[in-house]
């Protein structure tokens, strides 16, 4: 009887040309600016947000490879991507690798440096004021990804992946995008989930680094190097 009504369902569904799955949305604050270029990705195309949009974008092909040693079987991706974003006061050279390396058997695997390294690097540049984003697995459902952008020679803020859609109480698996905080309080948050949204902070300092920030976030896919055949 379940399965004849679920069949029912998307009968009437396909009929009425009504989805009856909702995409996951974040709890994003009022005033974010819708993203053109994320989703659907295009190879190389160009990533634009409220006053920000990217003039130039290079997304290079990801690498991977895994050997059998006999006790451990041993895997590895990596992937590079840079673009220059065009903001409100100039433009950033935004340069990012992924990589993750890691180690296990018969399809499942873990991080080789449990968590210690790394999966996304960004060297962000903007004239004279120069700043890093780093990501790395927590080894938590939730948030499953944390890190830091620290300005060199100035802030530091913490980022961590978020998983609450609207209306859910269980987290989703995979994020549904990020949030930039000092001291708890957000600055700024990145949805990746659907065409993606950026909310910045209209207060916040050095608007551009969370621009930029967001950028390489809406771009970054984690590495699957467990995955590869």
Known sequence: MKGLLAVSLLVLAACSGTAIVQTARLNVPDGAFAVEGANPRSWNAPLSFGPFRTSAVSEGTTRSWL???????????????RMVLEGETGRTTIECHTRELVAGRSGVFVQASLGQAPLLVCGLERGEYRSVLALTRSGKGEPSL?????QIGGTTYDIRSLHRAVGSVLPTGEPLGFEITRDESALAVVETANRGRVWIDKDAPNREDFAAAAAALLLFR???AGTVD
């Not at 059998?68 to 590079?80: F, I, M, N, R, W």
């Not at 944390?146 to 620290?150: D, I």
């Open 222 to 224: 984690e590495p699957d």
């Open 146 to 150: 944390v890190g830091e952008l620290r």
């Open 67 to 81: 050997v059998d040693t006999g006790v451990l079987e041993l895997a590895k991706s990596d992937q590079a991507y």
